[in-house]
């Protein structure tokens, strides 16, 4: 049971090495990340299953291992859980165990209580409340009827409804890990002798780089010498093998506070690393990597994105570019809301799911729902191997690098670049836009890593002045046009890192109604178009700001550089480099993420890990 736990399952050197059990807790360090509140680990020793399980943060589990060490072996697996229902505590965490069986699981059994009921009915004692453990009873079971814990796992998973990724171990075959997916991670690593799975690359890129790509329905046996994967029926399936391009020190914090710190620091990389091999030698876009018929985008005529928190605001920006590039409709869906209003889509509609870890579970539901509605899906998504890209019809990878921090921030930009590479690439199809004017904007977006630089360079007042307001109760953000999904981005990274209310407003709502929430020093961020623009939008927002100054508000104006007329209104001035309207969303939420950053460490918070979240959702 749990949403979006961290797995790391083990097999391989000699029984009388302690490696298994050193690999997994590695391993389990290395998905913290992935937001848990228990963890447990097993052990296959010549005696038999050795386990431990400590609610709390992993130090508790290896406080327990410590006082009581486990037995030597040759395969172990290991489990961070995430409560989704049923308590935290040292009985719910996995591994849940039944006779010589041992499970340990990420998702939800939706059938849980008929299949418990069918046990108890038996009369099979539970230990927990939690769905995992009718798996390890099922599990056992179906082991002493067949002797093979792969047809077990095959003849067990095929009674589960929900979504799984489960690993399980047992006493007679020390040498055995059995996986199985479906609907959740699980990523298989090959070594020298010994071989891994984890629910991400994470789980043991520090021992190795080469893995294997797990498909939907899937179940994988290792030992330390084979991998064999078959589907639930038993028919062998050829899994695709990938080279981790992440480095083990990528995912480390390189010398800075925090992971977020080190990813904001990492965004020109990201938007860059984004760009790359992406355009031909005279600047024009190469996207064959979009695997959909040319004829299908040409026929496309509404865009719907889905997707969910940062990364659709980060589709939210993207409309309007495309929409002005293409001449399409562009709708942003909240993924979760996407699915239960019976959406107009159809085959001609291309369905753009954004994701940061490809497993946000509204998300996938989202994809699914679109297909079966005939539209063609695209992905663009930063994890490799990960599940929304598996069942897109397309994917274009952001290469923002392992995001750890569970707040997004180099994510966020990386989505917007290549949403921005989407759109070039359709208005190049569909003939919207002249090459010359494709290419120009190609340009534009090359020179933002270095503009993206200096916003980080002149980031220090930021810092100061989220020091100054780290007891602020309550922050307001307002945008206009592409700086609106700013504004309401800004809010979200202070709510979701220093617990703060806040909210992003569209400036031009202000007189509708929230400027009544404006009373003396209320600190409010504006985020000001370029005054450059063919539009009026920038005299607009100054005049926003002048109301709200003249109610006492604490105006913090993002500003291009050489815009004076924001001085006048302006309790502070955060400036960005000049650029294009479309791609100011790149520089101008810079300051909001470090903003929020430095408050979320002035309050002593928990950067990486902010309370009730997980890096991935992987639950509905
Ligand atoms: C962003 O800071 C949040 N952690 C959250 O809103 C996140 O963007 C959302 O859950 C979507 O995650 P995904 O990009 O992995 O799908």
């Given amino acids: 049971m749990g949403g979006m736990c961290g797995i790391v399952g083990y097999v391989g050197s000699p029984p009388a090495s302690g490696r298994p059990l050193e690999v997994v807790i590695e391993g389990l360090r290395r ?3 992935r937001g848990y509140d228990s963890a447990g680990v097993v052990v296959v020793t ?3 299953l050795e386990s431990t399980k400590k609610a709390g943060k992993l130090a508790n589990l290896v406080e327990a291992l410590e006082a009581a060490p486990l037995g030597l072996g040759t395969a172990a697996i290991g489990h961070t859980r995430w409560a989704t229902h049923g308590a935290p505590n040292d009985t719910n965490a996995h591994p849940h165990r039944s006779g010589r069986t041992a499970v340990i699981h990420n998702g939800i059994v939706e059938n849980f209580a008929t299949l418990k009921a069918e046990l108890l009915a038996e009369g099979v004692e539970f230990a927990s409340e939690t769905d995992t453990e009718v798996v390890a009873h099922l599990l056992d079971r179906a082991y002493d009827a067949t002797g093979d814990l792969t047809s077990a796992m095959r003849q067990v998973v095929r009674r589960l409804d929900g979504t799984f990724t489960l690993l399980a171990v047992h006493a007679h075959h020390p040498d055995t890990v059995v996986g199985a997916r479906h609907d959740s991670p ?10 891994f799975l984890g629910s991400d ?6 021992r190795t780089r080469q893995a294997l790509e797990l498909g939907q329905d899937e179940v994988v046996t290792i030992t330390p010498t084979s991998v064999r994967v078959t589907d639930f029926d038993g028919k062998p399936v050829q899994a695709r093998p990938f080279t981790v391009d992440w480095d083990a020190s990528a995912a480390e914090k390189g010398g800075f506070r925090s992971f977020m710190d080190k990813e904001i620091a990492d965004e020109p990389k990201a938007v860059a ?12 876009l190469v996207l064959d990597e979009i695997r959909i018929e040319e004829s299908v985008l040409r026929a496309v005529n509404k865009i719907v994105v889905v997707a969910c928190g940062t990364a659709a605001y980060a589709g939210h920006v993207a409309k309007y570019a495309i929409e002005h590039w293409c001449r399409i409709p562009v709708e942003v869906e909240l993924a979760h809301e996407f699915r239960y209003r019976d959406p107009v889509v159809d085959e001609r509609t291309l369905v753009v799911a954004v994701s940061q870890s490809g497993e946000t579970m509204d998300t996938l539901m989202a994809v699914r729902h679109a297909r079966e509605q005939g539209s063609t899906t695209l992905a663009i998504v930063n994890t490799h191997g990960s599940t929304i890209p598996r069942e897109s019809d397309a994917v274009l990878y952001t ?11 180099k994510a966020f930009l990386a989505q917007i670049t290549a949403a921005y590479l989407v759109g070039l690439y359709l208005a190049q199809l569909r003939g919207t836009l002249f090459s010359d004017e ?3 904007k190609l340009d534009e977006l090359r020179v933002m890593p270095d503009k993206l630089q200096t916003v980080l360079d002149r980031s220090e007042r930021v810092r100061e002045i989220a020091r100054w307001m780290a007891d602020t109760p309550t922050v307001l953000f307002l945008g206009r046009h592409v700086g609106y999904p700013v504004a309401m981005e800004g809010a979200l990274k202070l709510k979701e890192l220093a617990y703060i209310h806040a909210e992003g407003f569209a400036a031009g709502e202000l007189k509708h109604g929230p400027i009544a929430l404006i009373e003396p020093g209320q600190p409010v961020f504006v985020v000001v178009p370029s005054p450059r623009g063919r539009h009026s939008l920038h005299s607009k927002v100054v005049s926003n700001i002048q109301e709200i100054r003249a109610r006492g508000a604490r105006t913090l104006v993002i500003a291009e550089d050489g815009d004076e007329a924001v001085v006048p209104f302006a309790d502070e001035v955060f400036r960005v480099p000049r650029c294009p309207t479309l791609l100011a969303p790149l520089l101008t939420v810079v300051p909001l993420q470090v903003f929020a950053c430095e408050l979320a460490h ?3 918070l928990d950067v990486d890990q902010p309370r009730n979240l997980a890096k991935s959702v992987t639950v509905e």
């Fill in 602 to 604: 002035a309050k002593g």
């Fill in 273 to 284: 690393d984004t760009l790359l091999g992406r355009t031909d030698a005279d600047g024009q």
């Fill in 399 to 409: 290469h923002a690098g392992p995001e750890v921090a569970v707040a997004s921030t």
């Fill in 186 to 195: 699980l990523v298989v690593g090959l070594g020298e002798g010994e071989n």
């Fill in 201 to 206: 690359v994470a789980a043991f890129i520090a």
């Fill in 438 to 440: 494709i290419a120009s």
């Fill in 31 to 33: 998905l913290e990340y």
């Fill in 46 to 48: 010549p005696e038999g």
